[in-house]
């Protein structure tokens, strides 16, 4: 399990071609994933987040969004396997001084900004 953190990110969008091993257990080469360094995960963005290969035994939790008549983005909700209580388990305590509260399980309840990854994060390791 990961996710993007300001001083470094181990998942990222690969556009260009990377290696991995598929869900055969053979050598594949594909641009255009979601690649995961961390176990080595990659999943096909354009498919649902599918898993191309790696441990990973889900896709990634799709975002749902909404577009209003400004042209306005809104994450209205989730699908997929969800594994939110692991993330604050696992995270919770780095995810509450980075981000300075006590409650990092809190919803937003006006808006969040989205920022580029490479804006966010210093430091995207590329294996």
Do not use: W
Not at 12 to 19: G, I, L, W
Not at 115 to 121: D, E, H, N, S
């Amino acid at each position: 399990m990961t996710h993007p953190a300001q001083q470094v990110s181990f998942i990222n969008y690969r556009h260009e071609p990377a290696t991995f091993r598929n869900s055969s257990d053979e050598t594949s080469q594909r641009g255009q994933v979601i690649y995961c360094c961390s176990e080595k995960s990659v999943y096909d963005p354009v498919d649902g987040a599918r898993v191309l290969g790696g441990p990973a035994k889900q896709p990634l939790t799709a975002i749902v969004l909404e577009q209003d008549q400004r042209g306005d983005l809104y994450a209205i909700g989730t699908l997929g396997g969800e594994l939110y209580e692991k993330f604050f388990e696992t995270f919770g305590s780095r995810l509450s001084l980075e981000f300075r509260t006590s409650d990092v399980r809190r919803p937003v309840k006006t808006s969040a900004r989205v920022v580029p990854l490479a804006t966010y994060c210093s430091n995207q390791v590329l294996c």
